[in-house]
């Protein structure tokens, strides 16, 4: 909204030419996200517990020790991350551009459905939710229609192709498979996040530190001059999706503020399947989806360790992990949850090193 109300204005108001920079724009959008969060953080936290006397439903297989640390706390803390992200994106971030809608369709989309999710988990007492097949059904409509519209957007060849990290010039033909390809990614990274969102402050550190990757990547692909330095795929108007990442840090951060250990509130299926579709459709519209499974790749790792548990589990009647996501099998070895989630924290910053490195190793 402010670069069409300032912009015009940047002739005859030299300060107003800011409007113009994304890198302010990206800066102004997170202060902004992390100060809307902090101002409503505690009444909307006070509003979640009107409806949730006891809390969020806690898992009666899980850890023995969330049956007393994590009971009463209320869930649904995505609503506090929605709210700040799209009120500073709306207001800092240029509506005339399509990616920043597509990505925000994708991201409330999917917040949307976690709410519905967590609502219906508090309301009903139990941990199930929204079933599993309707879930993905959501999801998979959600993203496949965000899919066809980065498809119409992003320029030939890219609109049809995947880009190969380390690979300058390799870019993977898929044709008419492509909405299908980025419908998956999108839907990857969403669960993969919700599956990683198990202890206080361990999934939303990772989304931030993921962000700031996919702030620089998106502002440099969108700058024709760095991206043909560095020998990316440029995609014009990309850039602007810098504002959202930027946003998206610091709504997490004042997210963060409360949900510190020990939490206050979690963030819920309303904030980790939103979360997780932000990245993977940021991801899809800069052609950096690889990458992403590189940055990303603790959400990526815990995604395993459920799907070898369950495949391993069905097939011989035995466990691989002692409980999973893979976060739990550390709690039942009698981890402290500090030492899980920072020491969780520091491999996704060793991956987001990594990732980073895809743009200059060409």
């Not at 209320?74 to 597509?102: C, E, H, K, Q, Y």
């Not at 939490?263 to 309303?270: E, I, K, L, P, W």
């Not at 070898?308 to 409980?323: A, E, N």
């Amino acid at each position: 909204m402010i670069p069409l109300l300032l912009g015009p204005l940047a002739d005859d108001f030299i300060l107003f030419n800011l409007a113009r920079y994304t890198t302010f724009r990206a800066g102004a959008a997170c202060m902004t996200a992390l100060f809307i969060a902090l101002v409503f953080g505690k009444r909307i936290i006070d509003w979640l517990r009107t409806f949730q006397p006891n809390g969020q439903p806690i898992r009666e297989d899980g850890p023995e020790s969330h049956l007393l640390t994590k009971k009463g706390t209320p869930t649904m803390g995505g609503v506090l991350i929605l709210l700040s992200l799209t009120l500073s994106v709306l207001l800092w971030a240029d509506l005339r551009n399509g990616f920043t809608w597509a990505v925000l369709f994708v991201t409330l989309g999917y917040g949307c459905l976690g709410f519905v999710d967590d609502w219906l988990k508090v309301t009903k007492r139990n941990s199930k939710g929204v079933s599993g097949k309707q879930k993905l059904i959501a999801q998979g409509a959600i993203a496949l229609g965000a899919a066809i519209w980065f498809s119409l957007m992003l320029p030939e060849p890219l609109s049809t192709t995947m880009a190969v990290p380390f690979l300058k010039d390799t870019l993977v033909p898929l044709g008419l498979a492509f909405p299908f390809v980025a419908m998956f990614v999108m839907m990857g990274a969403s669960n993969a996040v919700n599956l990683t969102d198990g202890l206080d402050g361990l999934a939303i550190v990772p989304v931030m530190i993921a962000s700031a990757v996919f702030a620089l990547i998106a502002y440099l692909v969108g700058n024709r001059v760095f991206a043909d330095y560095l020998q990316l795929h440029g995609v014009q108007g990309a850039g602007e999706l810098a504002v959202f990442c930027s946003a998206l840090i610091g709504a997490s951060l004042g997210f963060l503020w409360f949900n510190a250990p020990p939490a206050a509130v979690f963030m819920g299926d309303t904030g980790s399947l939103a979360l997780g579709g932000a990245l993977g459709a940021v991801a899809v519209a800069t052609k950096h989806e690889i990458v992403l499974a590189i940055v990303g790749g603790l959400f990526v790792v815990e995604t395993l360790s459920v799907i070898i548990q369950v495949f391993w589990f069905k097939r011989t009647g035995r466990r691989v992990f002692l409980m999973a996501p893979l976060h739990h099998h550390f709690e039942k070895k009698g981890w402290a949850e500090p030492t899980i989630v920072i020491r969780f924290w520091i491999i996704a910053m060793v991956l987001a090193l990594v990732g980073l490195s895809t743009l200059k190793i060409r």
